[in-house]
């Protein structure tokens, strides 16, 4: 098994007109020949928006979409006729198929920050799809939020400081701290806000169930890869 740490603060960073973003692989003129995927994650940004800004209606085709808003509100159209507001607690998935145009705002009420991931799909081509689901964390534990197709999971925990949880037996795994910071532990020293882990393991090697520990409120976000 392999443990690679990665910073929040070697992020790639882009700002603009009323944004800023912090690429964790490579995107735009950021390029890294060594950092373009984590199996089929090939995006995850992290958003800040002020308040009616964004970015405006653009094209998207054959890539999931998944966001998950940490504070603020992110107001949703696209070309398939979908509007939706979405607020934290809830999660939006975009699968855009064959193609889909769409454009993503603040709300009125102040800065909105979200995560935003983008995966490579089981199969290309498909009709586009949309939905926001309300979800309901468990506090302390690892929350499924999202699956996408048969090989990707998100999984949220919302912690106190002191909470542990174990992390799941899964061949790839993509560990970031939305906010907070955890302990010190055998896989790094303390990780704070903006940090992951990527974390390998061979299919052949048995499960070996990891733990990590908040050092402050903490939300942890797990894409667990199969």
Request: charged letters at 20%; a negative charge.
């Amino acid at each position: 098994m392999s443990v690679e740490i990665r910073r929040g603060t070697d992020r790639y960073l882009t700002r603009g007109d009323g944004y800023f973003t912090r690429h964790s692989f490579s995107f735009g003129g950021h390029y890294d020949a060594a950092n373009v995927a984590f199996g089929p994650l090939v995006c995850h940004d992290d958003h800040r928006l002020r308040a009616g800004r964004g970015f405006e209606e653009h094209p998207h085709r054959d890539v999931e979409i998944v966001t998950w808003v940490l504070s603020g509100s992110l107001h949703h159209r696209d070309s398939e006729g979908h509007t939706a507001v979405v607020r934290p607690g809830e999660v939006q998935v975009l699968s855009a198929g064959s193609g889909v145009t769409h454009e993503e705002i603040a709300g009125p009420e102040g800065q909105a920050r979200f995560v935003q991931a983008w995966l490579t799909p089981d199969e290309t081509g498909t009709p586009p799809a949309y939905s926001v689901t309300p979800v309901s964390l468990t506090p302390g534990e690892l929350t499924p939020v999202a699956q996408v197709g048969d090989r990707a999971a998100l999984l949220v925990a919302r912690l106190d400081a002191g909470d542990r949880v174990t992390l799941p037996d899964a061949p790839l795994q993509h560990v970031f701290v939305a906010r907070g910071a955890l302990t010190r532990s055998s896989l790094a020293e303390p990780l704070a806000d903006g940090d992951a882990f990527r974390i390998t393991r061979p299919q052949d090697e048995p499960g070996l169930r990891l733990q990590v520990t908040a050092a402050v409120p903490t939300e942890l976000m797990v894409w667990a890869f199969t």
